[in-house]
């Protein structure tokens, strides 16, 4: 199998390894690899022995996510979290609501009466990225660039050019904060510098790492999760018929795009001490790779897991991870899918994937979802 045909099935080789090598060390890297459901929810739980510090953790003004949420443990992860939570609440994620459901209306409207369209590109891209960067008090002129951004540091291949990007996206941030600091408004990134937690206000790096995470992962995320579920949704015949006439089906259908095709695959840990796993000691101080896409089609799981069932009860999958580190933006991707969704639903009678074009792969390990999605579509 070619790395582009893995990138876009990587299923079957997760198979392999679920029953042939669920915990393995790389022989030429020395990083680990686990594959089955408890292992995975183990390592993405179990913070005192699965580190999230592996970019560091203390703060960085060069790697500011290093320093965030995403890569920092207790107690310093509860002070942050508790910070971000008084910004992000879910009647505060709830409201955004009205303004999604225009942002996707007026990206539909600028299709209005075509054949087709690149989903990816007109709709699942530009909606998210449009959200965060109200949310943030950006201009909507930095949207490509925020792209440009955002697949530079998910990305396998870090060069000068990807580097000199996250140079430019730290400066734009940094002349946000400030402007924000010396005019306060009604955005995230206002209330980000008034939230205070026992007298401590978030430092600039602090505000730079979550401000770059939700702009990464708060897109990237949620365009997949669309794309995704359309590829989902393509694959079943009558589906697409189905969730029409029984909207209530449409929030099982985003759980169960989640499980089958997770918008992340992987997730990174490094060994807090010495571990004893599945039979396997890892030492501490080594890394270890969370195949989340591999843990949600864990048949141990998931009964039947290949299947793709709209109505899955009980579906308890990883894909915005699990314990502390739990995706603080699950409730607004959840929100952009449903709303996105629907409107697509509402618009067309038959919604499906152009097969002539090929697909073409993220270039990426954790993240999963395609460059481009050319949708034919019939009006309702």
């Known amino acids: 199998m070619s790395t582009v045909d893995r990138k876009l099935d990587p299923f079957p080789w997760y198979r392999a390894m679920r029953h042939d090598a669920p915990v393995v060390q790389d022989p030429e890297y020395g990083n680990w690899s686990v594959f089955r459901y408890d292992d995975v929810l183990r390592v993405l739980s179990d913070w005192e022995s699965f580190s999230s510090q592996y970019m560091g953790g203390a703060q960085n003004p060069n790697n500011p996510i290093g320093s965030s949420l995403i890569g920092t443990d207790p107690p310093r992860h509860r002070q942050l979290r508790s910070l971000v939570n008084l910004a992000f609440t879910p009647r505060a994620v709830a409201a955004l609501e009205p303004r999604i459901v225009e942002i996707a209306d007026d990206l539909l409207g600028n299709v209005s009466g075509a054949a087709g369209f690149d989903l990816v590109g007109d709709l699942a891209y530009p909606l998210p990225v449009t959200v965060i960067a109200d949310l943030l008090g950006v201009a909507h002129e930095h949207r490509e660039t925020f792209k440009r951004w955002a697949d530079a540091i998910v990305s396998e291949h870090t060069d000068p050019q990807e580097r ?46 979550f401000c770059m995470l939700l702009l990464v992962a708060g897109h990237e995320t ?10 989902c949704f393509d694959e079943q015949p009558g589906l697409w018929q189905t969730l029409r006439a029984e909207r209530t089906l449409l929030p099982g259908a985003i759980e169960e795009a989640l499980r089958y095709r997770s918008p ?65 933006g699950a409730p607004l991707a959840r929100l952009e899918a449903r709303v996105t969704l ?22 990426s390990q954790i993240v999963y979802g395609v460059r481009a999605l050319p949708v034919l579509v019939e009006p309702a």
Request: net charge neutral; with cysteine.
């Open 264 to 328: 992340v695959q992987s997730m990174f840990r490094v060994a807090a001490r010495d571990v004893a796993l599945d039979g396997h000691r890892i030492p501490a101080g080594q890394m270890v790779t969370a195949w989340i896409g591999s843990a949600n089609r864990d048949p141990a799981q998931f009964p039947d897991p290949e299947r793709f069932d709209v109505r899955r009860r009980p579906n308890r999958h990883l894909a915005f991870g699990h314990g502390i580190h739990f995706c603080l």
């Open 164 to 209: 000199a990007l996250q140079g430019q996206m730290i400066a734009l941030l940094r002349r946000s904060i400030a402007e924000h600091r010396a005019a306060p408004r009604d955005d995230l990134i206002s209330a980000l510098l008034a939230a205070q937690v026992d007298g401590e206000h978030l430092s600039e790096v602090d505000l730079l790492g």
């Open 222 to 231: 949620t365009t997949n999760l669309i794309g995704n579920a359309i590829l």
């Open 342 to 363: 629907s409107a697509l639903l509402d618009r067309y009678a038959a919604l499906r994937v152009d097969r002539r074009v090929p697909l073409e792969p993220m270039p």
